[in-house]
Nanobody, 115 residues
Framework: QVQLVESGGGLVQSGGSLRLSCEASRGINGIWPMGWYRQAPGNEREFVAHIIPGGTVRYGDFVKDRFTISRANAKNQVNLQMNSLKPEDTAIYYC?????????WGQGTQVTVSL
């Protein structure tokens, strides 16, 4: 069983930045895809970004060069640097890890962007 612990959410003004971090409870050595999803009230959970073995990254269409995902800490941690935040980025952000087709989720961290 793997647990994911997120940190770094909060309240920021439009145009500001936040950095989210997620750490896995045991060594995964970067061999599984790891990333972020988000869910705003009344909306379905949507893909934000992920990084796969070898370092290839993929982003949701709405990101448009504003976010950067990276791995750190012996590849047990994934970070999401979010710049130029907009009010529509307000959501709960969930860390995701896929191991052999199974999804693991963090508890979620709230990101609120004010006007």
């Amino acid at each position: 069983q793997v647990q994911l612990v997120e940190s770094g959410g909060g309240l920021v003004q439009s145009g500001g930045s936040l950095r989210l971090s997620c750490e896995a409870s045991r060594g995964i050595n970067g061999i599984w895809p790891m990333g972020w999803y988000r869910q705003a009230p009344g909306n379905e959970r949507e893909f934000v970004a992920h990084i796969i073995p070898g370092g290839t990254v993929r982003y949701g269409d709405f990101v448009k060069d504003r976010f950067t995902i990276s791995r750190a800490n012996a590849k047990n941690q994934v970070n999401l640097q979010m710049n130029s935040l907009k009010p529509e980025d307000t959501a709960i952000y969930y860390c995701n890890l896929k191991i052999r087709g199974r999804d693991y989720w963090g508890q979620g961290t709230q990101v609120t962007v004010s006007l």
